[in-house]
């Protein structure tokens, strides 16, 4: 079965630091995977992602800096570590999994995670 689970948002000051999980299933292990986030009342937008070799990783320039995108092939699963983080991030964020070569375009990802939320106070 194919899914994507996120984990790990929450509720931080900003400054703070968390580290989002996105756990996938086998099928995904050699798919570019990346994150995106949506605020309320915005588009959904793409903040990072990262290839099956993790020899290629593409950043939103805002978050460039502050976030680093990794992943474990061995235990399927991709990480967001977002540090410095600022009210302006606050969204739900989204795991994607997308064809070779994808990059930071939304509709080259075809597989979405339910999200999860991340809130950071002033």
């Known amino acids: 079965q194919e899914r994507l689970i996120e984990s790990g948002g929450g509720f931080v000051q900003a400054g703070d630091s968390l580290r989002l999980s996105c756990t996938a299933s086998?099928?995904?292990?050699?798919?570019?995977m990346g994150w995106f986030r949506q605020a309320p009342g915005k588009e959904r937008e793409f903040v990072a992602s990262i290839d099956w070799s993790a020899a290629h990783t593409y950043y939103l320039d805002s978050v460039k800096g502050r976030f680093t995108i990794s992943r474990d092939n061995d235990k399927i699963t991709i990480y967001l570590q977002m540090n410095t983080l600022k009210p302006d991030d606050t969204a739900i964020y989204y795991c994607?999994?997308?064809?070779?070569?994808?990059?930071?375009?939304?509709?080259?990802?075809?597989?979405w995670g339910q999200g999860t939320q991340v809130t950071v106070s002033s």
């Open positions: 994607a999994a997308g064809f070779e070569g994808a990059s930071i375009y939304i509709f080259e990802y075809d597989h």
């Open positions: 086998r099928t995904f292990k050699r798919y570019t």
